[in-house]
Every structure is written in C-alpha cells, then in structure tokens.
C-alpha cells in the first residue's frame, strides 16, 4: 500500500517554485528521481528556470558519449563567450547501476569540467526509461552491461519544453547555438 | 599512345560529366513551391513544363484494405494511397521534394518509404518509419534523372511489397522526354496467396511461397483483371505510346513484351540517357523499371504480358491496348485466304525435285500389286480403303458410274485434278481434287488397282495409255 | 498535502490486483534479435497479467487518478489522440467493458501498472511469454499471419475470447499489439531500418546484431511495430498488460 503511494507520488511531483503553470509539453511534468553528482536529491524540475542543454549518455562510453561531452562544452565556451544569460548543461547517465555519483564527480574532473553550469545526474532504471522515453532516444542494455543508445543533445527552453534536438554530428554545436540565442530565459 | 591517352582523357570528361550533373542538381537554386500532382495507374501526371527546380510537397497516405485480386478473389492491400501500385509521382531533376508519409489510424501496421530517387540512408526509409495515425515528413533533392521505383522498406520487407506496398517516381531529365501521344503506367507485381490460383474468398498472405518465389498470381497494377476489357489502355492508329513499366516484384523479373508491337525506344532500367531502339522483350529487374515508346500502324487488341508465359496466361500477367482506327493492309494484311493443305506421301500436289521411280510392273497382275501400295499412300485419304469415299466430301470409287469402263476419263481425272459439281452413284459432290504429280507407270498401277478392286470392272490400264491421255493439271 | 491524502484514499479504493496473473518459470529463450555473445538469455520467473488490460479496468484507474483523464493529461504523456474512441474522461465505447484498451500512451500504460504496484513488462519478458517453451509455434505464428492479414475491423474482441497458452497467458497476438517497458530498445539494436547499418556510427556499442530467423515475418513484424512509437504515441490498437516480481 505504502510503495504504491510512493509510486504515485513520484509520478506526479508537483513542482515546488514559479507559480505559473508547467506547460503541457513540459519536461518536468516527469517524477523521476535523481542524484547529482554530490549525491544530492535532484527532482527534474529544479532544473527550471533557464534553458537546459542536455544529453543522456555513460561513464564508460567510448564512442559517441566523448564527443558528445565535447560538443556540449564547445556550445558552453561559444555560448558564455557572447552572452551572460544562464544555461544549464547536464548529462543524464544511463548507466543506473555504475555511474555512482562519486563516478559521475570523477568523470566531471577528468574532463575539466566546471561545475558552475554543469550537473551530472545518476538515476534509477525507471527514471532514465522515462527521461529517454520522453526525449525519443532509444537504447538498450545488454546481460553484459554494454549500452547501446542513440545520440541526441537537446535543448529544453526555460520550462522545460523541448524545442530543439541534435541527432546528426555536429562537434561545433551551431544549430543548437543558434536555437538558444532566440531563446529568452524566463517563461518561454 | 595518343590514342590511349585520347580513349582516357574521354573517359574522364565523361565521368566529369556524370558528378557534375549531381553537382549541378544539388546547387541548382530551388524557385517557389507546388503541391504534387499524382496520379492513379494507368494514368501519369502530365509532363513538366518548369525550366527550373522548385519545391515539390507530395502527401502519400498509406492505406491498408481489402480489394479484388482476381475474380472472386480478394486480398488485404497494403498500399500507397489506396490502390497497387501508389501514385505515379513526377518530378524533375534538381526538385526539392519535401514527401510527407501518413499512416492512416486505421491501419494496424507500421510503413516507411524508401524511393530510389533518393540519395541518402535507406532511400528515406530510415527517416520515415510511421506508426499507425501518425506522419514522417523528409524532403530529398533528386540528383538524378531516370524513373525510379519506391517501395515500403520495413522489416519484413518481402511481406510489405508482396502485398501491394510499391510505386514509380519519374524524375525527368532537365531537357525533358520525347512527346508522345499517350502516356501509361504499369506496374508487375507477385502475389502469394495460401490458397492456389483461382481459389475464392480473402486469401491470406503466404510466407512459405513468399519464401519459395511461388506465387499465384502475377499481376499488373494489382490485379489481375486490371488492363483487361473496360480496362484495355487504348489509342489511336497513329498515334505513340509511352508504357512506364515498373517492376514491384518482391521476387520476379518480368520479360514485358506487347504482343504485336515492337518497341521503337527503350529507355531500358529506366535510365534517361542510353536507349535501345528496336526492342521486342525488355528485361524489367524486381525493383526497376523501363520505358518504351511505339507507334501504332495498325488497329487491334495487342496484349501487354510478362513473356515467361504460364505468368501471362495462367497467373494474369496479362493486359491489353486496344487500338481503333483505319486498317493498312500494307503493314498488316490480316488473313488473306484459307486453303486446303494436303500433304501425303510422295504425291504433293506441286511436287518439287524427284521422286524416287518406283519399279515397273511386268503385268496386270503386278499392277494390281503395285497399285495397292500408290492407292494406299495418295487415294485412302480421301478415297477411303475400300473406296467407299466420305458422303457430301470424297466421291466413291467402289462400283463407281464415273469410272465406268471410261479409262481415258479416270486418266484425265487424276492427271488434271477435278473441281466443281460431279455426281457419282447418283450423290453430288462438289470438291476439289488434285492433279497428280504421279508418272505414268503408278498412275496405270492404281488405276488397275481402282478397276480391279470392289466391282469396277477389271481393266487393265498401262503406262502408255496414260502417257497417251494425260492431260495438265487444271488452273 | 490534500493531493497525496486523495491519492492515498483511492490507493486504498483501488481493487488490487485487477486482472489475473499467471506465474512463468524462469529460463533461457533465444531472443528474436540475437545480440553480441549470441547466447539465449535468462528470464527471471515474474509474474503476467493473463490478459491485457480492459477498457473496464482503466475506467477504474483514471477514476481514482484524475490526471490520466483524456481532459487532464499533460501533453509531454499522451499526445492528442489519447483514448481518443472513449466519449468522454469517463466513458469508454458503450457495451465494451472487455476490450482491451487502445489509444494509450506508454507513459499512461506505466502509470497504471505503477497504481497496481507493477510494471509494463520488459520486451524479453513478453517474447518469453509468448514463446510458450515453443508449445504450438507453428499454430501461433499462423495466428500472427492471420492477423496480419485483415485490416482493423470496426470492433476489438473482447479479451474473454482469447485462449490461454501453456503459461496460462491469453491474447498476446490477435487482439492488440502491446507496450513494453523497453520498447525503443528495439530500434537501438538491429537499425532495423537499415539491417546491419549502425546508422552512421550514432549507436554507441551493439554493433553486430542479427536477427535469429529472418523467415519469421511475424516476429519482424512486432519489433518493426515496436520501432516506429514514441512513448507519448497512442494508436487504435495498442494495448498493453503489467508484469510484476514474484511476491517475496
């Protein structure tokens, strides 16, 4: 009885800041529960209140998940080389059983990576089916652990509405670049 | 060596040739926008009159549903836009195409599309795979002319083309096509159903002859039926026809043949550059296409089949372009006449060359016997064995009132031949008999044989008095 | 606060367990698409709804979870077909209590499997039920054809005509197709699009994926079905059944 509150619950968080109302198409209409990478309990939707650039990827990756990193961090320096505006950027890891938070912090640090405007979020099997369910990336997970996965970077505006989502290589980042520069930081 | 060195500069300039115009395609300026016009098979979407590459949006709604196979029997189509084979999509080389593929609700099954005019991954199938009561939009520029078949490319891809699930897209050379009179679309496609050829009711798919390339039914335009009767294409004595032949498949090649016509031009494979000019059979690969143009001279029902014959008359590969207007002898007589033709044995009625000089008879008594034998090989036929004749055909010669005792008259009969009325033991007959190119020594033996055999008589008649009275062959 | 009392209260309300489940052995079962080791891999026993869930028992789920009504649902679940053939928030098709339910999300199927304290089951469990120890294989891929052979008719069957296999499951193939937990996981894999492409390197890793008999249209048929959906996609006959652990 009690877990299927918890259930129910998760499922339908309700989001503790701005008054107006989640858009429909919002992402953070998502229960889902995550832990950043200093271990601390992260909901979806703290994350609301500027664009957030993101990827789903893994620790262990060695093909696609590197350039993704670097291309995000290319849209990063471009980004904050123009403009002051925030922008979150996070990486969603599919790995739910090795990419522990003191992972997660390790690879940061590996990859110079600041922390200022980066999150590195580990999350339970059924949080990281939904966030991929929700941002149409695909991916599997075999007996041995090998994750095979499509490759997205997504750009979800200040709400948490996805409006734009690289599926072609693109190491520079420019359509996404572009993208946020029509992007306004509150309420769009 | 210059010659060498000429032989390879020219083949370089051609393949210069061949990636500039791809390259030419992909930065020709792309002007306004149009709705597609498609069309439904026999018919295609009129020529492109534009000098320039614009946008092209074409809607395809997939639609799976129950239709007529053949006669009596129906299969659950899957299809582009309701009918097999999809519409007829025309375009020209340079055009942007932004194709939308919509999946009906209804349906229950996932589509995609892949067109061969497409340069890209799985020719748009791997950008277009829809769920039921949901849309893909792609656009492709089409880099190359030719006319190109689309199919529907999803796993199980043999299953979604054997049932229905194929089209042709024409993109036209920027010079354009020859004109032509009248211009038509075929599709072949192999159908597998489980229950034989001819048997009633919804047939089910069968994967096992799928498997096995045994289909039942080999069709054009989806059923059989489709090009026949109501349905024959048709123009006009001199008038030109384009056929745009597709193949579908999933399985067999088609050896498309206009029974009657012959191809002027194939533009084999569908290609736009390189034809082939006096075309009986085009081979048209499962996939692929061919054009043709002919002119018509002759009036008629030419029947359109896959040659690979029991296809055309046992499994329904079989069409028709019914043409009207003036006959013209000179081309075609059509019958002229109808004659007897009797060949028997030595005796033909014009004999050419020799022939082989029987023995002579000593006698009477040997004519008889040798008699037998010419009577066997050149009168029985008609005459019958015991020279009872046929009533109303072959007058009698058993106790026969025309033989009589007139020998001079059986001489002339047989060296002259006989036609018109002649009445014999009171019956009238009214034939032809040939003259016979027999020599004198067999004419005596079988007349002595006729005379000698079922009471005519008993006379004897000898190679002189034939010599005597022979007479030359009538007309 | 007042949110998660209701919540609790129609927890409470709820019929546990609305359909029955058959309880499947563990074993090993040669998925359709064979990964990299090419081993048959090993299902844990879990426990199946017989049935998939009917238009009934998701009256009684959005009845005590207002924000799965048709009016309520956020866009980000459920596109705007979803339940789309029932009249209103609370009425499915007259005099079809049986049917199974269609026009569902996968984000509504999970939702509801979760109030029962359950799961959608994962594609490896459902091929696993559906081989059926290989009992009767050829009679079911016929059934498939079958199926595949007729256009939608105007009317679902109702889930009381499906008959049972051998592991007490009814109606996996003939009613509806039917939402799994990793349903994308079939697009990851084979490409199935481009069979054998990686898809221009954008797959990381699961390259050398075939599937085990390419004669088996059927089974192809299900995973290309399977490809083609997005979670928040409903379509007129997709359906769906929870899965759940062995009780401890």
Redesign the interface.
């Known amino acids: 009885m009690k877990h299927l509150v918890i259930f129910c619950a998760l499922l339908f968080a309700l989001p503790a800041l701005p008054e107006t109302p989640l858009p429909s198409d919002s992402l953070y209409h998502l229960g889902g529960h995550w832990t950043d990478q200093d271990g601390h309990d992260t909901p979806l939707n703290t994350l609301r209140g500027q664009p957030v650039v993101l990827a789903m990827a893994y620790t262990r990756c060695k093909e696609m998940c590197p350039l993704t990193v670097q291309s995000m961090q290319r849209i990063e320096a471009d980004w904050f080389r123009r403009s002051s505006m925030p922008v979150r950027f996070a990486f969603f890891s599919f790995d739910w059983v090795s990419d522990t938070p003191a992972r997660l912090k390790d690879y940061a640090v590996n990859h110079r990576i600041e922390l200022e405007h980066w999150g590195f979020y580990q999350g339970r099997e059924p949080a990281v089916r939904e966030l991929a369910a929700a941002l149409g990336i695909s991916f599997l997970r075999d007996e041995a652990g090998e994750i095979s996965h499509s490759y997205a970077i997504t750009l979800l505006d200040a709400d948490g509405v996805l409006i734009y989502q690289q599926t072609g290589l693109q190491p520079d980042g420019s359509d996404i670049l572009a993208k946020l520069a029509t992007v306004s930081s509150s309420g769009k | 060596m210059f010659k060498c060195l000429a032989v390879l500069a020219s083949l370089a300039l051609a393949g210069q040739a061949w990636s500039a115009t791809r390259d030419q395609n992909i930065a020709d300026p792309v002007e306004g926008v149009e709705n597609a016009v498609l069309a439904d098979a026999p018919l295609v979407p009129p020529p492109i009159t534009r000098k320039h590459a614009t946008k092209v949006v074409v809607h395809i709604e997939v639609k799976?549903?129950?239709g007529k196979l053949a006669d009596g029997v129906t299969y659950?189509f899957w299809t582009f836009g309701g009918k097999v084979p999809g519409k007829f999509i025309r375009v020209r080389e340079g055009d942007l195409v932004e194709l939308h593929l919509d999946n009906h609700?209804?349906?229950?099954?996932?589509h995609?599309i892949d067109l061969h005019a497409v340069i890209g991954?799985?020719g748009g199938?791997?950008s277009t795979?829809?769920?039921?009561?949901?849309s893909s939009v792609f656009s492709f520029k089409a880099l190359n002319p030719g006319l190109y078949v689309y199919h529907c490319?999803?796993?199980?891809v043999?299953?979604h083309v054997a049932n229905g699930m194929y089209g042709l897209i024409l993109v036209e050379p920027k010079e354009g096509l020859p004109k032509v009179d009248h211009e038509y679309y075929v599709m072949q496609g192999d159908f597998y159903t489980q229950g034989a050829n001819g048997e009633k009711g919804?047939q089910?798919?069968s994967?096992e002859k799928a498997?096995s390339e045994k289909p039942e039914y080999v069709v054009f335009n989806g059923a059989a039926g489709s090009l026949t009767g109501d349905n024959a294409l048709t123009a006009k004595v001199g008038e030109t026809v384009r056929l745009y032949v597709g193949n579908g498949g999933p399985n067999l090649t088609s050896s498309f043949h206009v029974i009657g016509e012959i191809f002027d031009t194939v533009w084999p494979e569908g290609n736009t550059k390189a034809t082939a000019k006096n075309v009986q059979t085009t081979m048209i690969p499962a996939g692929g296409s061919a054009f043709m143009d002919f002119k018509i001279n002759v009036p008629g029902t030419f029947i359109i089949v896959d040659h690979s014959l029991t296809r055309a008359f046992n499994r329904g590969a079989l069409g028709q372009l019914k043409v009207s207007g003036e006959e013209n002898k000179l081309v075609y007589s059509g019958k002229i006449s109808d004659e007897v033709y009797l060949p028997e044995g030595a005796g033909v009625r014009t004999a050419g060359g020799a022939a082989p000089v029987p023995p002579k008879a000593a006698d009477k008594a040997g004519r008889i016997k040798l008699g037998e034998e010419v009577f066997k090989s050149n009168c029985m036929a008609c005459h019958q064995e015991n020279g009872q004749g046929v009533p109303e055909a072959f007058p009698p010669l058993a106790k026969s009132d025309y033989l009589g005792s007139d020998k001079v008259k059986a001489i002339k009969t047989v060296t002259g031949g006989l036609q018109g009325k002649v009445t014999v033991n009171g019956q009238t007959f009214d034939g032809v008999m040939p003259a016979w190119s027999l020599s004198d020594e067999e004419i005596a033996e079988v007349l002595t044989y006729i005379y000698n055999n079922w009471g005519n008589g008993g006379a004897d008649v000898t190679s002189d008095e034939v010599k005597a009275h022979r007479v030359a062959p009538n007309d | 606060m007042i949110k998660e009392g209701l919540l609790l209260l129609s927890a409470a309300a709820l019929p546990c367990a609305a359909a029955d489940m058959a309880t499947l052995p563990g074993g090993n079962y040669s998925p359709f698409f064979v990964r990299k080791a090419a081993k048959p891999v090993a299902v844990a026993p879990f426990r199946l709804d017989t049935t998939p869930v009917t238009n009934e028992e998701f009256l009684n789920f959005v009845t005590t979870h207002p924000q799965w009504r048709k009016s309520a649902v956020p866009r980000i679940f459920a596109e705007p077909g979803y339940l789309a053939h029932w009249r209103d928030d609370l009425t499915p098709p007259g005099g079809r209590p049986h049917q199974p339910v269609t026009n569902i999300s996968w984000f509504a199927a999970g939702a509801y499997c979760a109030a029962q304290g359950k799961t959608l089951p994962s594609t490896d469990q459902w091929e696993y039920a559906l081989t059926d120890r290989g009992r009767d294989a050829g009679a079911v891929r016929k059934q498939i054809l079958a199926w595949y052979a007729v256009p939608n008719g105007a009317e679902l069957a109702s889930v009381d005509d499906a008959r049972p296999n051998g592991y007490g499951v009814a109606g996996l193939v003939g009613l509806v197709w039917e939402w799994t937990s990793d349903f994308s996981a079939a697009m990851a894999g084979p490409e199935l699009r481009n069979v054998g492409d990686k898809n221009g390197g954008l797959f990381c890793g699961g390259g050398s994926l075939g599937a085990k008999d390419a004669a088996d249209y059927a089974s192809f048929m299900r995973y290309s079905f399977r490809a083609s959906l997005k979670a928040s996609y409903v379509t007129a006959n997709l359906g769906f059944r929870c899965a759940s652990e062995l009780p401890r």
């Open positions: 799976e549903q129950e659950t609700p209804d349906n229950k099954m996932p995609n991954p799985g199938a791997a795979l829809t769920a039921p009561g949901h490319a999803t796993a199980p043999a299953m919804l089910p798919f994967m498997i």
